[in-house]
């Protein structure tokens, strides 16, 4: 029993399984809905990993890939980020119909000292920052399938257990709907104040934190593993690609960008299902699981060294355990997994591996060098100009009269239209202005991309596209080596796998997008959808000629 086995074994121990529940599950019938819906996102778990890794996952991934497989599934808008993309998977709607933008915006006119606002935060605290918040689900303006699920049923019980709250809040939905939400906030696994936490968060969180405490020592290197195990420089003397997860005790920031994270997150996740009996009611119930360490990996080290790698080594493993301690259970369970978004490896490494054009955004393109510019052609006094990483959403001053407005917007696309390293930038009435996105999404132009995150209550003035394998981060010796976010394929497309006992599986490689999730979802349990409808399509799980689709 391995160091992941041990911690979910652990926890699971502790609850108790009638022995009745411990037969396995009979096939169902594909007219009866599932009982339970298991959601799990794998937090940048991108469409080029899964072809990478696919043919060595011999755990819960090699299961799933058993059931209906779609490689090509598609965050088809261009913030993506982990909160618009976890705003998509449970809502069946795009960014610009969550209103979740990004993972942060500026709210220049808000009363707070902090006008970067997060988009898990609660606004109306009084000294709130986007990252010293009360976490909310304010933001979030559609519902989830959990909560139409409770509407059309009460007896239906939803939960969400994840590595951040933005993952829990925009997969779960409104906290009135939802039985159970649990996050990690760096110190234990919490939710909103007020909730009781069960038996199974307390008892995980003692194990996680006691495991914390402990020095872990290296990670074994799978075989398949060994041709990535070798340490890039990337300047001031720091290399990544040969990280074997050695923690010393007590360092919680390691212990998140390693495989112990999602192993904790997917033990607690089965042990609410174990102790709250999910599936065994009357009605059908759902949990979605966030796993995040597979992100915080790949921000950490990039997505093509041995750090990832052993990553998803490991994540196929700890899968396999939640599966099987589900079939003991002897619930009838519908599994969906997918990814918020994708990732984009390391410029240094890429260039080694035949990518000569990746390159890191140059430090002086930033949106106050911009504004700046644009300022002093124009006579303006202070900073007119707003946003992150010289890159995505940007906002004007409010305050400018309509005629400084209309100037600033223009001199600032004439610098963005006029850097090499951007491919577009649109104002935000030509984003506004353009075609609602039709179409296969691998075919959509850049400004429909746009427009498929572009919500005119909180979107920016100004949305840039930089070229392709343009990093975002110009510095990589201090903080994260590699990012998201871009409007290209490698951020865009992810898996979307389904499975459930008994069904007839089959790989259909043409592009999906994850707003079809909840129509198929509910076509599964016979669930009508109603106003208002999601922007995604019922996918066909049936691998014959009948249709699980109305």
Known sequence: MNRLTSLIALSLALVAVPLAAQTAPQAPSPETPPKLIVAISVDQFSADLFAEYRNHFTGGFARLLTGDVFPAGYQSHAATE????HSTILTGFRPARTGIIANTWYNLKSPLADKVIYCAEDESVPGS???AYTVTDQHLLVPTLGERMKAANPASRTVSVAGKDRAAVMMGGHKAALDEIWWWDGKAFVSYAG???????????ALVNARIAEAQPAFEVPDFCVPHDRAIPIGGGKTVGAGHFEREAGNRAKFRASPEFDNAILALGAGMVRE???GQGPATDIIDIGASATDYIGHTYGTEGAEMCIQLANLDHSLGELFDQLDQTGVDYLVVLTADHGGHDLPERNREHAAPTAVRIDPAFTTKAVSDSVAAKLKLPGQVLFGDSGSGDLWIDPRLSKPQHDAVLA??????????QVAAAFSGAEIA?????SGPPETWPLIMRAKASYNPRVSGDIVVALKPRVMPIADPTHGYVATHGSFWDYDRRVPILFWRKGMTGFEQPLSVETVDIVPTLAAAI??????PLPDGRCLDLDGGVASTCP
């Open 82 to 85: 982990t909160c618009p993309g």
């Open 195 to 205: 909730r009781k936490a069960p038996e199974i968060v307390t008892r995980t969180n």
């Open 411 to 420: 001199e600032a696309l004439k610098i963005y239209r006029a850097n090499p």
């Open 433 to 437: 202005a353009s075609p609602e996105p």
């Open 276 to 278: 709250m009996k999910l």
């Open 129 to 131: 920052t986007h990252d």
């Open 526 to 531: 016979h669930l009508p959808l109603s106003a």
